[in-house]
């Protein structure tokens, strides 16, 4: 677990931003199951893959016509049960910090892994979930 003081700001980031914070297994359970339509869930870091180009790159990526229905967010290393929670509706890609999935209609349409993230750019993230809204959205 990372101290509060430190991940706050990074959480706050995609809060501040629209995305609703899941911070149990409960919460996460009731959104999986009760979101119609489309959705994204960011899985948060203190990385700094996420810092420059996951949490940049998801944010960017909604500024245009079409964007999901409900933008959400687990942080990993903090929120132990809710990220193991999130996790399982990502199955079956195993756990990756930081990662962005679309969901429509409660299934998993697209997902990039901190092997899509770690290394590109914000902008090749932002227009690669782009293409997935256009896609599902």
Known sequence: MYPLELVKPLAKDLTDFGFKGLNTAAEVEEAMENAKGTFLLVVNSVCG??????RP???????????????????AGVDREATEKAREYLLP??????????????????????RHIE???????????????????
């Open 119 to 137: 290394g590109n750019t914000a902008h090749a993230i932002a227009q690669n979930l782009a293409e997935a809204y256009e896609r599902f959205c």
């Open 49 to 54: 893959c996420a810092a420059a180009n996951a």
């Open 93 to 114: 890609y195993p756990p990756s910090s930081p990662a962005i999935a679309l969901f429509k209609d409660g299934q998993l349409v697209h997902m990039l892994e901190r």
């Open 57 to 75: 790159g998801a944010k960017l990526s909604l500024t245009g016509n079409k964007k999901p229905d409900y933008l959400f967010t687990v942080f």
